[in-house]
């Protein structure tokens, strides 16, 4: 199984500050990484498909690089809206899985 | 407009089963895998089952494997998932997700509301 690893764990972050979210995995997934976004009390949202790609009607704000093992998500100039989990996820191979999530809490 | 509705969670004993069901609208069907992925209570994603759209192909995590199966109706825009011998670990919300990309295993562009899966006596 391919074990996704996240960090941080927890950010605490002032709106207009730039956050990164970094996501290893335990062997390579190439591309096949991508990244959601989470609001309390709401189903995930598809925020960047494989690695790097744009989801149509995502702010430009959110971007992702990497490939193989390490990949990050960039999160430019935070808004308070972007409190959230976010998750990372592969597709490469089965078992689908998940990071264990990052929690970013708006100061 | 892209829809998926999740039903058929609620309260179950240790050992008991429940089915639950997705619909979907507003896309081909058919063509796409759908999956199962829970959310333990404050916990993360998990993912559970995809069954494929054109061969009809199941995959199941672990913790599952044996307990659960999924299946879908094509006619009805409708897929299931039938869960038996239930454990309390199983407690979770469950979503419906669509794959991205036909014939593939990619992100899960869409997903339902969720469904709530209490298992406790």
């Known amino acids: 199984e391919v074990v996704l690893t996240q960090s941080p764990d927890f950010q605490s972050v002032t709106p207009k500050e730039k956050l990164t979210i970094t996501c290893r995995a335990s062997?390579?997934?190439?591309?096949?990484l991508h990244w959601y976004q989470q609001k309390p009390d709401q189903s995930p949202k598809l925020l960047i498909k494989?690695?790097?790609q744009s989801i149509s009607g995502v702010p430009s704000r959110f971007s992702g690089s990497g490939s193989g093992t390490d990949f990050t998500l960039t999160i430019n100039s935070l808004e308070a809206e972007d409190a959230a989990t976010y998750y990372c996820h592969q597709s490469s191979r089965l078992p689908r899985t998940f990071g264990q999530g990052t929690k970013v809490e708006i100061k | 407009e892209l829809r998926l509705l999740e039903s058929g969670g609620g309260l179950v004993q240790p050992g008991g089963s429940l089915r639950l069901s997705c619909a979907a609208s507003g896309f081909s069907f058919g063509s796409y895998a759908m999956n199962w992925v829970r959310q333990a209570p404050g916990k993360g994603l998990e993912w559970v089952s995809t069954?494929?759209?054109?061969?009809?192909?199941?995959f199941y995590a672990d913790s599952v494997k044996g307990r659960f199966t999924i299946s879908r109706d094509n006619s009805k825009n409708t897929v299931f998932l039938q869960m038996n011998s239930l454990r309390p670990d199983d407690t979770a919300i469950y979503y419906c997700?669509?794959?991205?990309?036909?014939?593939?295993?990619?992100?899960?562009?869409?997903w339902g509301q969720g469904t709530l899966v209490t298992v406790s006596s």
């Open positions: 997700a669509k794959d991205l990309v036909i014939a593939a295993p990619t992100a899960f562009d869409h």
């Open positions: 494989y690695a790097s």
């Open positions: 069954m494929s759209g054109a061969t009809g192909s199941t």
């Open positions: 062997q390579s997934v190439g591309s096949s």
